[in-house]
């Protein structure tokens, strides 16, 4: 499978990244290369592999219901470009 | 044309852990603005999810209530899409293996029952609040909601009219506070629905193109939302236009449901397997922990009203509907020595009508089961009529005296003493020859009048049934 040039403006566009415009079809083959790598890939038989969701082969540990975090707003606050009334603030958003 | 309206809800149901699922801060509702949001709600870099296990118990404990089947092993997941309230860019999620699978819940419509099937639940976080007023030009955004953990509870397309969809998301609400996994505040947004709908002519078997009307927090609106949809849909349709699939947004000010057209290209997820998270594993020992906490549950407790106090179906049905009010009614039927009729009456009509009108639940009400109790036993042994006890529970209300006080101190004492009856009844009947006359010549209604007199005259106070008693023996003559 081969993606155009397209496809590539459409997943940097999701992913929030700027790319120039000339570097766009260096990326394409190099992203459809990868593709090719997990063709490859699939080509193999794998049915009686049960498929795996982490590499680690462990379970998750958890953690018990208990208030642990203390109120840190303003040190958390402090490295923010902008705050008001205990808000941060970022440049208008509206559905 | 004749058209079959298709619905599916989304529920989110707000789990009530003390802590958020993957970070030890509070989810306490209405603090100061970030106030508790840690570094892992902040989504900072460096830090690492660690699941709560109150999280798990509660998911595992939903899925055995509607009979679902439940995972050995859940993958967290994360959804992908750019938010100023999400500020890890992902939402964590779970998308292939929902800790809760196929399960289904009956629902009451009419005098029918259907049953409605639940394709998955799954656990999640929430996102923060974005706050667009009058910051200047910006928006403002707290995230103490960020992390609060949710349970998305997706139903088959199964429903096929607004009101199947309220009896649905209804019964799910009450599901979710018996289990005591949700406190179902719906002004908070504790539980809020997606609803996903659809048209297709009588009779055909695929589905028609569905639009998703997104957060709507309360049944009416839901209600509303279904019929507002279903005529826009009809009317494209019946132009012969087709219905695009979209999400939307309803207006309950103006009634209708709008293209939330952003939302759109936004909705490519990417999701992919979370790799801070190890897949989760439920062991049987879970199960049977869980399985052992279990409470009785409404459909069970209905049943067992209508057959252990044979009530009416409506009575029934309404004290089962939520925990505390069921709790309630057993505690006076077990205390107060009158019938599970009287009983059920107090809490369906005195309680439940004066907690309306203050607006609030059970929970708050400022009459306990006990001391309403000590108010029936007084009815069943005759101290006070039924008519007098309503005035002692007004008093009882507005104070914290108990029912034996207020007797007392009013002098509500009913008079069951016949002698002093007598007295009373003698003098009206000395006062009132014309009626007596007319009495006997066989005007029978005329007796309500005698009734009426001697308990104005006894101040309501006489027992009824020996005033009636009295009355015929003394008229005969």
């Known amino acids: ?95 | 044309m004749q058209w079959e309206t298709v619905i599916g809800l989304e529920i989110h149901a707000q789990l009530s852990t003390k802590t958020k699922i993957f970070s030890g801060a509070s989810t306490a509702y209405g603090a100061k603005p970030n106030t508790q949001a840690c570094a892992v709600d902040l989504g900072l870099p460096g830090v690492l999810p660690v699941l709560n296990q109150e999280v798990v118990r509660m998911a595992v404990k939903f899925g055995m209530a509607i009979e679902a089947e439940i995972a050995d092993y859940s993958v967290f997941a994360r959804k992908n899409y750019f938010y100023p309230d999400l500020p890890k860019g992902y939402q964590i999620s779970q998308m292939d293996h929902p800790i809760v699978g196929i399960g289904h819940l009956d629902i009451e419509v009419g005098d029918q029952t259907k049953r409605i099937g639940v394709t998955r639940a799954h656990l999640e976080e929430d996102a923060g609040k974005s706050l667009h007023e009058s910051f200047h030009g910006s928006t403002g955004i707290d995230l103490n909601r960020a992390g609060t953990p949710l349970l998305e509870i997706v139903s088959e397309p199964d429903m096929r009219s607004a009101k199947e969809a309220v009896a649905y998301m209804r019964k799910i609400h009450e599901l979710v506070q018996y289990l005591e996994i949700s406190d179902g505040n719906m002004q908070e947004g504790s539980f809020r629905c997606d609803v996903n709908i659809s048209l297709r002519p009588k009779g055909q078997t695929e589905y028609g193109t569905r639009a998703e009307l997104k957060n709507i927090n309360s049944f009416k609106f839901v209600e509303k939302a279904i019929f507002t949809e279903v005529e826009r849909q009809k009317e494209i349709l019946e132009a012969g236009g087709s219905i695009t699939q979209e999400t939307r947004l309803y207006d309950a000010d103006k009634d209708e449901t709008r293209s939330m057209r952003s939302k759109e290209e936004a909705n490519d997820y990417r999701y992919f397997p979370d790799p801070d998270l190890l897949p989760v594993y439920i062991s049987s020992e879970l199960r049977a922990q869980v399985k052992a906490e279990l409470p009785e549950l409404p459909e069970a407790k209905k049943q067992r009203f209508l057959n252990e106090y044979k009530l009416e179906a409506e009575a029934a049905n309404n004290l089962a509907s939520s925990r505390p009010l069921a709790d309630y009614f057993e505690a006076l039927v077990k205390t107060s020595g009158c019938t599970a009729k009287t009983c059920s009456n107090w809490v369906s009509v005195e309680l439940s009508g004066a907690l309306n009108k203050k607006n609030l639940s059970i929970t708050q009400s400022p009459i306990s089961a006990e001391r309403l109790a000590q108010l029936l036993q007084r009815i069943a042994d005759n101290t006070i009529s039924g008519k007098i006890a309503k005035q002692v529970f007004e008093a009882m209300w507005s104070n914290n005296d108990s029912a034996d006080t207020i007797i007392e101190t009013k002098g509500l004492k009913q008079i069951t003493d016949s002698g002093a009856i007598e007295a009373i009844i003698d003098k009206i009947i000395a006062d009132n020859q014309g009626q007596v006359e007319q009495y006997l010549s066989g005007k029978d209604k005329v007796f309500g009048f005698f009734v009426g007199q001697t308990m104005k005259a006894s101040q309501g106070k006489a027992n009824p049934a020996e005033v009636n008693k009295i009355l015929k023996e003394k008229l005969k003559r």
């Open chain 1, 1 to 95: 499978m081969s993606l155009t040039t397209d496809d590539v403006n459409k997943i940097a566009y999701l992913a929030r990244l700027g790319i120039n415009a000339k570097d766009t079809a260096s990326y394409t083959e190099n992203l459809s290369d990868m593709l090719k790598l997990v063709e490859q890939m699939s080509s193999i038989d794998t049915d009686n592999v049960t498929p795996m969701a982490h590499p680690l082969d462990t379970i998750q540990r958890l953690r018990p219901d208990k208030i642990i975090e203390d109120n840190q707003r303003d040190h958390f606050q402090s490295i923010a470009p902008q705050t008001e009334e205990g808000l941060y603030l970022v440049p208008k958003v509206l559905d």
